[in-house]
C-alpha cells in the first residue's frame, strides 16, 4: 500500500486537480462578467480579485514545480554518494 501512496504522491495528482479546478473557475468567473449586460464596479473588483488570486496561485505552483524538480535530482544525488 505504501508503494501505491507514493507514486499517487510523486504524480502530484492534487495539486495539478487544484490548480486545474482553480482554472476553470476563473475562466467562468471572466465568461459571466463579459456577458453581464451593464456590470458594476462591485462585479469588475470581484473579476479583478479572481484573476490576480490566480496569477498568484499560478506563480507559486511554477516555482514548487520548478523546485520539485531540483529537490528530486539533490536526493537521487545524495544516494549515489552514500551508496560509495
Same mark, same amino acid.
Given at each position: 500500500?505504501?508503494?501505491? /501512496?507514493?507514486? =499517487?504522491? %510523486? $504524480? ?5 486537480? @487544484?490548480? !486545474? /479546478?482553480?482554472? =476553470?473557475? %476563473? $475562466? ?5 462578467? @463579459?456577458? !453581464? ?48
Amino acid at each position: 500500500m505504501t508503494g501505491v /501512496m507514493e507514486r =499517487v504522491l %510523486a $504524480w502530484k495528482l492534487l495539486p495539478r486537480l @487544484m490548480m !486545474l /479546478m482553480m482554472s =476553470v473557475s %476563473a $475562466w467562468r468567473v471572466v465568461e459571466w462578467f @463579459m456577458t !453581464l449586460p451593464d456590470p458594476t464596479s462591485q462585479q469588475a473588483a470581484l473579476v479583478s480579485v479572481v484573476t490576480g488570486a490566480m496569477t498568484g496561485a499560478f506563480a507559486v505552483w511554477m516555482n514548487h514545480e520548478g523546485n520539485a524538480h531540483q529537490t528530486q535530482a539533490k536526493r537521487l544525488h545524495r544516494k549515489e554518494d552514500n551508496a560509495k
